[in-house]
């Protein structure tokens, strides 16, 4: 009897203590992931805005910081769109963010411009290619949607090749590149700005025939951008050994005042689980001392994360193992761990424990694959994870990745793993 009440206390004392975790996790990233913090990116302070709220928490939870600021400082260069942006199609304005977006690295430009059309056949056709090409000064060249399934591999690769020379070759002799997609619109950010403008204009947005363009872009380049990682500590049981939690807290900013891309999945979700587990250390000593990191710059190239490694606070062979999290918020089909196959006693634990406690639907198993921050400490012989959920909402790199529509599923049952798989860590 008073083992079932001992074990029944435990259930509901774990029921509660997931349950505020959900709830902290939501208020993160609602925080995190909204308009007032301008997309997390390199526009009207939206970086720092994200790093302060990072640090506040960490501070009010009680972690040390290993120089009194919690922040590791660096710069990068970065190509940014703060002001308003003008894309006219035939009389109409196009929406950025849904009906268009820019080339991350795109210059300014403003004007009215002719714009000469090429498919992908004529791109193939070297001869056609190049007629059009030379007919294109003083222009707009735009490369007609086409599906990839059509071609070959050494014709995708072809047109790919061409549709880059269009995009960021000086020699290219057109005032600029349109390229017209069916495809979802999926942004990224840029370090560089390349000679000539892209858009990437959504077809559904064209009403008729695209013969001329109005365009008012405007951009800025900053060479030097000066940013942060954000980091923070718990003190472990034992103090021969660290654990790492990583999270990127950075996303892809503003396009103009009107699209913000507040990037609730990516990476809110994520830094609301590393804030979640420095909640959780903080109240419960952990076996190991526990270092929590919210990386700048991700998105940029894992600017911040090469930067740390390059410059690590405490010695990188004191950790032993890591965890990262990007992508935390839509768990309906489970997660995948990268590294998995790499580490594969860890990840047969991992499993066992999951199978064990009934947690997630699925634990898929990836080799290696430099998608994310953990990328800088496997260069570095770190043993580690990157964990991304499965299925869900598809926003991704969009305007659609907001916290009003990510559900945070699984995100508890997540959680809990990820506590026990560290508490049994060998």
Request: aromatic fraction near 12%; proline fraction near 4%.
């Amino acid at each position: 009897m008073r083992y079932f009440l001992l074990s029944f206390l435990l259930f509901l004392s774990t029921g509660k203590i997931l349950a505020q975790s959900l709830d902290y996790a939501r208020e993160a990233v609602n925080i995190l992931a909204s308009d007032s913090l301008k997309g997390r990116g390199y526009v009207e302070n939206g970086d720092k805005l994200a790093a302060d709220f990072i640090r506040n928490e960490f501070e009010k939870f009680g972690l040390k910081s290993f120089n009194n600021s919690y922040y590791q400082e660096f710069e990068t260069s970065v190509n940014t769109f703060p002001n308003p942006q003008s894309v006219v199609v035939n009389g109409k304005e196009l929406e950025a963010g849904k009906d268009y977006l820019l080339d991350p690295g795109s210059p300014s430009i403003k004007g009215t411009f002719d714009v000469i059309t090429v498919t992908a056949d004529e791109i193939l056709d070297n001869a056609k290619f190049v007629n059009k090409l030379r007919v294109s000064s003083g222009q707009l060249i735009a490369v007609r949607p086409f599906d990839k399934s059509n071609f070959s591999k050494e014709q995708n690769e072809q047109l790919n090749g061409v549709i880059n020379f269009l995009k960021y070759h000086p020699q290219n002799p057109s005032k600029g590149t349109i390229i017209l997609t069916n495809e979802k619109l999926t942004w990224a950010g840029s370090v560089r700005q390349h000679p000539k403008p892209t858009v990437i204009i959504h077809s559904d947005s064209l009403d008729g025939s695209l013969k001329s363009l109005k365009l008012d872009i405007k951009s800025s380049f900053v060479e030097k951008y000066a940013t942060q990682n954000v980091i923070g500590y718990v003190e472990g049981k034992n103090s021969d050994s660290t654990i790492v939690f990583i999270a990127h807290y950075d996303h892809l900013g503003m396009l103009g005042p009107d699209a913000t891309f507040n990037g609730a999945n990516d990476n809110a979700s994520g830094t609301a689980m590393l804030l979640s587990l420095a909640k959780n250390y903080s109240e419960n000593k952990p076996n190991y001392n526990t270092v929590f990191i919210a990386f700048g710059a991700e998105e940029l190239g894992l600017i911040g994360s090469k930067y740390f490694t390059e410059n690590p606070l405490f010695p990188l062979s004191e950790i032993k193992f890591l965890m990262n999290f990007d992508l935390a918020g839509t768990g309906d089909e489970g997660i995948q761990v990268v590294n998995g196959s790499v580490y594969r006693d860890k990840f047969d634990e991992l499993v066992q424990i999951n199978d064990e406690l009934d947690l997630l639907s699925n634990v898929k198993i990836r080799g290696t694959a430099c998608n994310s921050d953990h990328c800088m400490f496997d260069q570095q012989d770190v043993p580690g994870f990157y964990i991304y959920t499965l299925g869900g909402i598809q926003a991704y790199h969009d305007v659609y990745d907001r916290p009003e529509t990510l559900p945070l599923t699984e995100f508890e049952e997540y959680f809990k793993l990820i506590i026990e798989f560290i508490d049994q860590l060998k």
